[in-house]
């Protein structure tokens, strides 16, 4: 597989900080969001998203003016250090500053990318782990049971959120802003279907990934789980609370992890995932073009017709 990279920026992001989306029906939206192992709660107008028992905001839920959802935009923290340099890299490449998205985190600056999405860049913690997270030993002995009553089934929970998906109409451009404005770098490709990038300063393999689309929108985001074990019950769960439309569970083979994919009610595509391919600081990694038929997946069912449409609401 021929190795394809893109001009390295001399600062960049270090994690997702924080989405916005909007949906019609936020009580719904709420409904869905218990039952996929996040912890939603009201606040006002919106709906914030935390994981894991943690207080950070990985997300708010805003109330839609129309019947589709629409991602409204996309945070991304950085150290003190990069912050004026990755404000340059943004002008340089083409980024047109704006004010900032009312519901937002405040601080930082705010810009469109070529494809219209409203990104904050702002200094805050790195929220991306250090280190890869071991996947949960499942392995039980001899003379003992090694599965729970279904009916003793505990309710399972994502830890963080790891990865934002997004559609483009046009992946080297995309690309080829990302790695010069926010200075990430790309882990693996297939082809013009999919691609994925990841942050310098230690990284899952993919922080931010972009599928080729009709028009710029939100494919999916991805939350962190402990173990396959956890996938399942989610799958479970979801299920036995009405939502009938899932991928999983299954491995991809770019990034490695385990998946289960599920659409809210307006076709919003949510994965739980676990034990993702992790790139470390400086580490070298050989950046791969992979076949189509290793876009999607290693093993599990085929993927419905939902995997790939776009709901997103667009532009008039």
């Not at 994981?51 to 589709?68: C, F, N, P, Q, Y």
């Not at 250090?81 to 705010?110: K, L």
């Not at 003793?152 to 959120?161: N, S």
Request: proline share 5%; net charge negative; aromatic share 12%.
């Amino acid at each position: 597989m021929p190795k394809i990279d893109f001009h390295d920026a001399e600062a960049g992001v270090h994690s997702i900080f924080q989405f916005g989306l909007a949906e019609p029906d936020l009580d719904e939206a709420q409904r869905f969001l218990a039952a996929f192992g996040v912890e939603p709660t009201r606040a006002g107008d919106r709906i914030e998203i935390r994981a894991g028992g943690g207080d950070h905001v990985w997300a708010t839920i805003l109330k839609s003016e129309t019947a589709r959802k629409k991602l409204q935009y996309l945070s991304l923290g950085c150290y003190e250090q990069d912050y004026g340099r990755i404000r340059d890299q943004v002008e340089a490449a083409g980024g047109v500053f704006s004010n900032g998205h009312p519901a937002g985190p405040t601080g930082g600056f705010w810009f469109r990318d070529p494809f219209g999405l409203l990104v904050q860049v702002l200094v805050a913690a790195k929220t991306m782990p250090d280190a890869k997270a071991r996947m949960d030993d499942l392995n039980v002995g001899a003379n003992v049971r090694g599965a729970p009553a279904r009916s003793a089934a505990r309710k399972v929970g994502a830890t963080r959120l790891s990865h934002v998906a997004l559609f483009t109409p046009d992946l080297d451009r995309a690309l080829a802003f990302y790695t010069q404005a926010l200075g990430l770098r790309l882990a693996d490709r297939s082809g013009d279907i999919i691609a994925f990038t990841y942050g310098r300063h230690g990284s899952d393999h993919h922080m931010l990934a972009f599928a080729a689309g009709p028009a710029p929108g939100l494919h999916h985001t991805s939350w962190d789980m402990p173990s396959v074990e956890c996938l399942g019950l989610a799958n479970t769960q979801l299920r036995a609370a009405g939502y009938a439309i899932h991928w999983g569970p299954g491995r991809h083979v770019l990034g490695s992890n385990y998946f289960n994919y599920t659409a809210d009610t307006w076709g919003q595509l949510w994965e739980n995932s676990c034990h993702i391919d992790y790139i470390e600081k400086d580490a070298p990694w050989e950046v791969a073009n992979f076949a189509d038929e290793d876009a999607f997946y290693l093993w599990g069912p085929d993927a419905p017709a939902e995997m790939m449409q776009f709901t997103e609401e667009t532009a008039a």
